[in-house]
């Protein structure tokens, strides 16, 4: 047996690791080692692939069976790539004209069923950019949430289309918000939205085993997508 750094042949018997695996001692160097080390590092072509796949209708286990690498490591790959996900979107500069925005609530949860994360949205009607997020209750805190991750521009001069829902009426400027019914069709672009959300996004899919279980990755796959809906938006219909 030869070292993996160094290639003495000087190595000793040095205990196991975590799954039983006897470990070795390089004498003439110190590295540490197993003899055919099951893990090995993965490659940037898969984990491009992994961050595609996070993007579709694909349960974590899917993309385990798919890439082959271990839950273990998607996991933290997951964990650390929603943590670095920001939480503000970002918008070109707006002309003078009037903005229009619809505004919509999508019921989601952590964990189980009881545990409600209600999915605060602000969509821009012009160029169909999702401009607001809030992950929340759905009182006039999840609105005022909601209210609060808009850009300036659009807090100023928006028209903001919504539901009945009071907690809008409790935070929106009133001189600027119209509450309407899904007959008028003034919200029909930010309910198409929810079902490609629903469709996109597998922690949202309804009757499904694909739940998250942690609020922050929740938030965070929510936040991936919509960085990447933004993204591939047709340059034309942005302002």
């Known amino acids: 047996m030869n070292c993996p750094r160094c290639g003495g042949t000087h190595i ?21 080692f197993v003899e ?13 692939l992994i961050d595609k796949l996070l993007l579709e209708r694909i349960p974590l286990a899917g993309i ?11 996991q933290y790959y997951v964990n650390d790539k929603y ?13 003078r004209a009037r903005l229009t925005l619809e505004c919509d609530e999508l019921w989601s949860f952590v964990a189980r069923k009881g545990n409600k994360q209600w999915v605060w949205l602000a969509f821009d009607r012009d160029t169909q950019e999702v401009v607001g997020v809030y992950i929340g209750d759905r009182s006039q ?24 829902w009071e907690a809008y009426e409790a935070i929106f400027p009133g001189p600027r918000h119209r509450s309407v019914g899904k ?16 469709q996109r996004v597998s922690r949202l899919v309804r009757k499904a085993l694909s739940f998250s279980k942690k609020l922050e990755n929740h938030v ?6 919509v960085h990447h809906y933004n993204a ?6 942005r302002s």
């Open 183 to 198: 007959e008028t069709g003034q919200t029909s672009h930010i309910e198409r939205f929810n079902c490609t959300l629903r």
């Open 36 to 48: 055919d080390p099951k893990n090995c590092s993965i490659t940037q072509e898969t984990k491009e």
């Open 141 to 164: 805190t999840g609105a005022q949430g909601l209210w609060q991750s808009l850009p300036a521009v659009y807090r100023q001069r928006a028209v903001s289309y919504t539901d009945f």
């Open 220 to 225: 965070g796959a929510i936040w991936y997508f």
């Open 64 to 74: 385990v069976r798919v890439t082959g690498v271990s839950e273990r490591w998607l």
């Open 83 to 95: 943590a670095h996900t920001p939480r503000r979107v970002e918008i070109k500069k707006k002309s």
């Open 12 to 32: 000793v018997k040095n205990g196991s690791n975590g799954v039983g695996t006897p470990k070795f001692l390089c004498k003439v160097c110190g590295r540490q």
């Open 232 to 237: 591939t938006l047709c340059p034309t219909t």
